[in-house]
Structure formats: C-alpha cells, structure tokens
C-alpha cells in the first residue's frame, strides 16, 4: 500500500490486502489440483482421499513461501509478462514439490499426468486472477495522473519506463524542471502523485516532500546511492541528538562463512550435469567457429582486486582486437549463431562455477566488471566501489531485477540494495528469480547502439 499524511493523519490508498490475495492463490492452486483428478482420474478412488489431504495443506504452506519469494505478493508496477514468469516458474515449481512430498511420504497414488494438468489449470486460474485482481484495483484507485520532477538522462529514462508500463495506473500528465519548483502547489492541483527523478538538492528534495504530502499527493522518489545506504541505518542517541547510524556493508564471519558453505555445496552439487552441458557445447562451439570454445576475460573482484572469470565463447575469436573494451549491442555481428542461443539461455556463463570452487566468485552478487569499465563508471559515480566490499557472482539483483540493457545506474542502486540489505534468504530469491529470466528473451538482449556507450553490460 502507498501511504501518504495529511491533517495529521496517515492515509492510505485503497488496495487489496496481501494476505487476502495469498488465500485466493492457495485455493486456485488447490483447485486446479483437484480439478486435474477429476479429469485425468474421472473420480477419486476411496485410497486416494488420505493422500490428497494430506497434500493439500503442504502445497499451500509452499505456494505462499514460494509466491512471495519470487516476487509475487511486492508492491510493483510490473507489465504482464513480468507476473506471467514468475507464475509459471511459481507453478512448475509446486508440481515439482507436489511430486516430491508424495513420494517422502510414501502417499505416491496418483498418475504422473495428474501434476502435468495440475500446472497447466493452476497458471490459467492464477494468470487469471491476477488481470481481475488488476483490473479490480484500476476500476477502484482509477488512473493516476503522475507529475515527474527531475532533468536530463535520468528524467529522460523513466519517462520512457513510465510509458512502456501497459497496466495503464500511471499517466505523465505534466514534467516539471526542479528549477521551475515554485509553481509546484499549481501543479499538484492538477495531479495525483509525483515522482522525483535525477539528482537533486537535499533542501529541493525535502521541499517537493512536503508541499506534496501538505496537499495529499502520493510521492514516488528514485533513489540517490547515499539513500540506499540510509535504509538500513539505525537511529542512535548522542547525548540529547539523534544520530544516525550507518551499519558497516562488510560481510561478518558468520555470513562469509555460510555462504561460502552454500556456494561449495551448490557447485558440487551442480558439477556432474554441468560438465554433461559443456563437453558437448564445447564441441559444437569449436567445431561452428574458429578459437578456443573457453573464453577467459579479467574482471575486477573482492575489494577491486582482478581475476580471470571463465565463460562459454559467444563471440567470434578476437571479437576486440580492433575496437577495444566496447559493449554488445542487440545485433552485435561478433556473436556467433551458437553464441545467440548461449546468452539467451545463460548457458554461457556455467563455466564461471570453477570461478566459484576458486573462490573468485559466490553463486550470488553484483556482476563483476571489466576494469575499462570499472575506471570508467568510477569516475562517474564516485559510489560505484561500494559494490567491491562484497565477492562478486554468477547472478546477482541487479539481472533478475532489471535487464540486460538496464543502465548502470539503475543496476547500481540494485546492486548497493544488496550489499546492504544482504542476507541468505536474499540469496534465495535471487537464485529463485534467477529462474524466471530464462522466459525472459528481453533480459538476454545487448544494450541499443544508440545508447550503448552509457549502459552497462556484462561481459
């Protein structure tokens, strides 16, 4: 719910509850499980009744830890197909549980095409219910009309995300330069929320605040780096001034060593069907193009310290002899055919396991960079560093969250939400969302050549 102040009071937008949307998931979820006993059984036999009841409760108690760790229950203003991947990774991953629950317990009554048309008839309920659960709350909360404060690139980028958003909640209706903020009371009369975009004066900023909570207007802000910080600091007291307290964004030894225990034991875990992948891969990448089928690249590390990460060939042999460091762009000519399918897929980056067992990399973190890259985005913000306080990974926030093409601003401040707010459960849905981008052929695409030389890529 979006929260808002006014007379002294605290106002909130008319949304549904989460938990009431939870409980309809459950009973879909159930209902497609049942109405796929019905058609693939005709009827339930008397021995099957235990066991079903038996499974239903387990299912739900998984579909509400699962749906919500992967995204499905967060305040977001998301397209349909971002909701789509995530309900279908969501399903397939209840039929797996389903399949697995019967068989610990020994309760393994059914046919194995009861959980093929189970998950088919739960993404249809679940798919379903969502548009009415969108369309309710359109037909509640109607359109809003957005003021967007802010200048240049930044002001620019969301105003373009703002119109590709197709659930129609948001509409710019008017854009405003912080320098023409004194007409700003004006302004609001005509709008319903306002979003602050770019990088503004503190004062600036806090004034926007509150001329917009004053007059009961809903406040958007994209956050500065520094802000990002701010949320996971504690409030202390100095005498008689509060204080706040910035927590330190370095792992403790407890967490270095968990997640060190959980990359060792995933990799291992992942080794035998890994190398079943890559020796045919291998092949088919030596024999398709000339060149080595393993490409190795520096990258920057742990506290910006550099190593050798190891992927997949995508590219042709030598693809920056002659332009240098440069990022792929959407039809980049120096990806090879085989090469397409391997980013498309992330099958690419498995080598990067062997980064792991070094300890090079974790399973999950920011993306390390090349150092060109590194220099470059330092220099343009200063904050860029902070993602180095953490060991870099094979999936981190930022590409689940975003895509490919995201700019690197953006994938910075995801990055930072990370460091500071990491935890292990983090990791987990991060590795769960992870799944999701192999639906997603945007998530895979190059930057735009016209845009490329401002946003970031990985490798």
């Known amino acids: 719910m979006i929260s808002s102040y006014k007379n002294g009071y605290l106002h909130k937008s008319i949304s549904l509850p989460k938990w009431l949307i939870g409980l309809v998931d459950i009973a879909l979820v159930n209902l497609g499980l049942y109405l796929s006993f019905v058609l693939t059984e005709s009827e339930l036999q008397g021995y099957q009744v235990g066991p079903l009841l038996l499974l239903l409760p387990a299912v739900a108690v998984f579909t509400v830890l699962l749906f919500s760790n992967l995204g499905l229950y967060a305040s977001q203003r998301s397209d349909f197909m971002v909701v789509l991947r995530a309900l279908l990774t969501g399903v397939i991953g209840l039929a797996l549980f389903s399949i697995l629950f019967s068989f610990m317990t020994r309760a393994f009554f059914f046919h194995r095409s009861v959980f093929v048309v189970a998950t088919l008839i739960q993404l249809l309920l679940l798919f379903g219910w969502r548009i009415l659960h969108w369309s309710l709350e359109y037909w509640i909360q109607g359109q809003k009309r957005l003021l967007l404060i802010g200048n240049g690139e930044e002001a620019d980028l969301v105003l373009k995300k703002l119109e590709k958003i197709p659930r129609g909640l948001f509409k710019v209706t008017k854009v405003i330069e912080p320098e023409d903020v004194d007409f700003l009371s004006q302004s609001l009369e005509e709008v319903d929320a306002v979003m602050i975009a770019g990088n503004l004066d503190l004062s600036l900023k806090s004034r926007i605040i509150r001329l917009s909570f004053n007059q009961d207007r809903e406040v958007y802000i994209i956050p500065e780096l520094y802000e990002i910080i701010l949320t996971r600091a504690s409030m202390i007291q100095l005498r008689d001034t509060p204080v706040i307290e910035c927590r330190d964004m370095r792992r403790s030894f407890a967490q270095l060593f968990l997640k060190r225990l959980v990359d060792l034991s995933v990799t291992l ?122 060991k870099p990974g094979i999936t981190g926030l930022a590409q689940v969250a975003g895509y490919y093409a995201t700019n690197t601003h953006d994938k910075l401040r995801y990055d930072l939400y990370y460091v500071t707010d990491y935890s292990l459960f983090l990791d987990f849905r991060i590795l769960l969302l992870t799944i999701t981008t192999f639906f997603n052929s945007e998530a895979a695409k190059g930057v735009s050549e016209k845009v490329g030389g401002r946003l970031s890529r990985d490798g």
């Open 269 to 390: 875990l992942m080794a035998i069907p890994v190398l079943v992948v890559l020796v045919p891969l291998a092949v088919i990448i030596k024999r398709t193009s000339p060149g080595p089928a393993i490409f190795a690249q520096e990258r920057v590390g742990l506290f910006g310290r550099p190593f050798t990460l190891y992927k997949l060939r995508s590219m042709i042999a030598e693809a920056e002899d002659e332009s240098g460091p440069v990022f792929a762009t959407e039809e980049d000519d120096r990806v090879t055919p085989v090469g397409r399918f391997l980013r498309k897929t992330r099958i690419d980056e498995l080598p990067q396991l062997y980064n792991v067992l070094r300890g090079e990399l974790s399973i999950v973190g920011p993306r390390p960079e090349r150092p060109y890259f590194v220099k470059q985005f330092s220099e343009q913000m200063p904050d860029y560093e902070l993602r180095h306080l953490v």
